[in-house]
């Protein structure tokens, strides 16, 4: 049913008591489920890959064909809000997530989980977007502060449990059950949702399906994706196909722009762009993303395939980066209205800036705990980075525009995440290779230091060939976690470059749902 008429004139009161607790819990967890997906995977992808038979370069086709689906059903998000309600599209959303979920965790061939996760990601698109709908919608305008604070914790609690639940469930039984698990939370907060919401569902309108703007998302995006996932093995643009890609990407990008500005029914709003807060928090949010992003799938493959971690130590490790964020999410929420949201991200990036250049300064011998608290202290910046931007991003906009901001906010924030493991896994790889033969080059019977090393090793019995052997091996060490430094590196400076932009944004920043009190 569509929602009645005077849904426009006296939106529907805010829920109260138990029934918006129960509410903010299920859509918690369907938005937990949906970012927990985006990083579980990260310290399983060794895994996955040495159980389908293939490299751990192609496991990342399990992240990224994901957040390709993902990619591409985010800005259709206010399109299906309007045409089915915003109630429909959000459960539906949930199930397709639950049901190809499990299908992930029975597939038996790379090609098969990769299908999997594409639809997989297809379900999850709207999910988060539409959670942050509801979410403002059911809350009273005074306490909108708190429900954006809440809906980011679940989005910054995730990546904490993600690597540890991932390792720990992959160590202990078997990679499958990082999808399984989704299944009964996913069903419960489709059924609590729709017992809540069923008679709130959104006004609907009868609208045409832009074919042609449909068409060109898909194949752009797609090719887009394809390139950034295939361009390391092929050697870029060397590569007929990774050129094709590349120009069918860039033609279909650049004519889906102009035909969605002049559709009459177009996918995607893309006149939210001419909101200047807008623009500049998407922008800044992608960006970031792709920083941040960059760091956290390096991370755990370094330690793994570098320094020996099991996934469970990886994800460990990773960990603690979730926990000065969870704490400071309220606090940023409850006060959103009385910062300065500029220094505020200001201050976040600062800190991400400092923390990269503080692990660009490790080598191989770096312990445990050592590894810890630089991940710990970035904390502070991911509540100070997520809360802020998405205020501003949704300041001044009309609350029947939420689903659509939301939308093509996060379809921005996932294409710079997809950007970033396709680049700095190429850039890890690359600067590895290059260290690697600045390395070799001093491992020569004229330099002391080395023959003097294989000389110690042949007293210890090894055979001239073992003894190069462990030579390349240290070598290879050394090589990657000088590469795995200059990644760091890179995202510190792109973290400075940013702070720039922020203050282009313009005060005030309204409230949560910009007018969604008028």
């Known amino acids: 049913m569509a929602a009645t008429p005077n849904d426009d004139a006296q939106p529907l009161k805010p829920l109260q008591g138990g029934a918006l607790v129960l509410l903010t819990i299920a859509v918690a967890f369907s938005t937990f489920m949906e970012v927990l997906d985006m990083t579980i995977v990260n310290v399983s992808v060794p895994h996955i890959a040495g159980s389908l038979g293939v490299s751990p370069s192609e496991g990342t086709w399990t992240i990224s064909s994901y957040a390709l689906a993902s990619a591409i059903m985010q800005p259709l998000t ?9 109630v429909k599209t959000f459960v539906g959303s949930v199930l397709l997530f639950v049901l190809f979920s ?12 990769v299908i999997c996760r ?45 690597p540890i639940l991932g390792g ?45 703007g449909l068409v060109l998302l898909v194949v752009g995006v797609g090719a887009l994706q394809f390139m950034l996932d295939n361009g390391n093995d092929n050697d870029w643009f060397a ?12 033609v279909c990008l650049t004519f889906l722009i102009v035909w969605e500005l002049y559709a009459k029914h177009p996918v995607i709003e893309l006149s939210l762009f001419k909101s200047r807060n807008f623009t500049v928090a998407v922008v800044a949010l992608s960006l970031g993303m792709m920083a941040f992003f960059g760091i956290n799938v390096v991370f755990p493959l370094w330690l793994q395939i570098t320094l020996g971690y099991t996934a469970t130590w990886a994800g460990l490790a990773s960990a603690p980066v979730g926990v000065l964020a969870f704490l400071m999410a309220p606090i940023i929420g409850a006060n959103i209205q009385r910062l300065e949201l500029r220094a505020v991200v200001t201050f976040a990036f600062i800190v991400f800036a400092a923390t990269s250049f503080w692990f660009a300064s490790f080598d191989s011998s770096a312990s445990f705990s050592t590894l810890v608290w630089p991940r710990f202290v970035m904390g502070i910046g991911i509540a100070c980075f997520f809360i802020p931007l998405n205020q501003m991003y949704l300041s001044g906009l009309g609350a029947d525009q939420i689903a659509s901001a939301s939308g093509l906010a996060n379809f921005c924030r996932t294409l710079g995440s997809s950007v970033s493991t396709a680049a700095t896994v190429t850039l890890w790889q690359h600067r590895g290779d290059y260290h690697h033969a600045v390395l070799t080059e001093h491992i020569t019977p004229a330099a002391p230091a080395a023959d003097g090393f294989l000389q110690q090793l042949q007293h210890g019995g090894f055979s001239l060939q073992q003894s190069l052997g462990v030579v390349e091996q240290l070598i290879s060490r050394e090589a990657l976690t000088l590469a795995v430094n200059d990644v760091y590196l890179v995202c510190a400076v792109m973290f400075l470059a940013m702070i720039p932009l922020l203050w282009l944004a313009r005060p005030p920043f309204g409230n949560a749902s910009g007018a969604a009190g008028h």
């Open 78 to 86: 206010g399109w299906l809000a309007r045409r089915f309600g915003e």
């Open 102 to 113: 499990m299908l992930c965790g029975l597939a038996t061939s790379m090609p098969m989980l």
């Open 118 to 162: 594409l639809m997989q990601g297809a379900g999850s698109g709207p999910m988060v977007a539409l959670s942050l709908s509801l979410l403002l919608a059911s809350y009273p305008k005074a306490k909108q502060g708190i429900a954006l604070a809440l809906w980011a914790m679940t989005v910054v609690v995730a990546p904490i449990f993600g």
């Open 168 to 212: 720990w469930l992959t160590d202990n039984f078997s990679w499958p059950w990082i999808f399984y698990i989704n299944v009964p939370v996913g069903a419960l907060a489709a059924i609590v949702t729709w017992v809540l919401l069923r008679k709130r569902e959104t006004k609907t309108f009868k609208m045409p399906i832009d074919v042609i």
């Open 239 to 250: 590569s007929p196909m990774i050129l094709a890609l590349g120009i069918t990407a860039l």
